[in-house]
């Protein structure tokens, strides 16, 4: 299939399993492809913004006239993109007048790489061990190179905190199905960034459009009372 209409379809939220899976292939070993991905994702999210900030005015007029009906009728126009690739209808709209966020906007707005508790990073010093190598990429956003170098560091340690950060290199490279393969390996161990597994395991099935699942995520990170709460009980009340 073309890659901007996989682009486009993605933000239309209507790939098939099999598209989604070359759209998961492409973001991983295509470098051009990914910066595409990355630059009209970033380019929704300014849009977005933009059509809030449109209609929060508009909607603030609407309370001071009598024409609310016509008015209403005209804030969900399609938007397009670089003239190729069409956006979903206002998402704008949809939360002022809805007050929910899409799974793709809360996982946006919640998901943050975790840090590195493991290998202190000293500037000035260095290692020749792939694991420090690969938490060296990861604090430096180099996902991709960190891990193929925590897969490596993993084949031979089978130390279980590295699947926690190769899930999180995942997420950061578009591929939650493969993080989500990761953390539930991590949490048939000893896990004692458990709640960590959770939070990022909930973000997985939000990036999949999976409510239900994350759902039961956050819940299960409610429960223990530890990290993220805050966030927890923000998100559970927008699913």
Known sequence: MDKFILIEKYFEGTLSESEQAELDDLLTNDVEFKKEFDFQQNLQQAIVQESRDTLKKELQALEKNSFQENKVKRLFPFLKVAAS??????????LLLNGNNSNEELFLEYY???????????RGE????????AFLNYESEKYQEALTLFEKAYSETKNNHLLLYKANCLLS???PKEAILN??????????F???????????Y???NDKSTAKDY??????????????????????
């Open 126 to 133: 260095a290692s020749e061990s792939i694991e420090y190598q």
């Open 85 to 94: 690739v069409v956006l979903i209808f206002s998402i704008g709209a949809y």
């Open 183 to 192: 953390l539930e390996n991590y949490l048939k161990s000893s896990s004692p």
């Open 194 to 204: 458990k709640d960590k597994a959770y939070w990022y395991l909930g973000l997985s």
């Open 206 to 208: 939000l990036k999949l």
């Open 112 to 122: 943050s790489p975790y840090t590195n508790v493991i290998q202190p990073i000293v």
């Open 173 to 175: 490279l578009n591929n």
């Open 218 to 239: 956050f819940k299960k990170l409610e429960k223990l009372d530890s990290f993220k709460q805050k966030e927890v009980q923000e998100i559970l009340k927008n699913l």
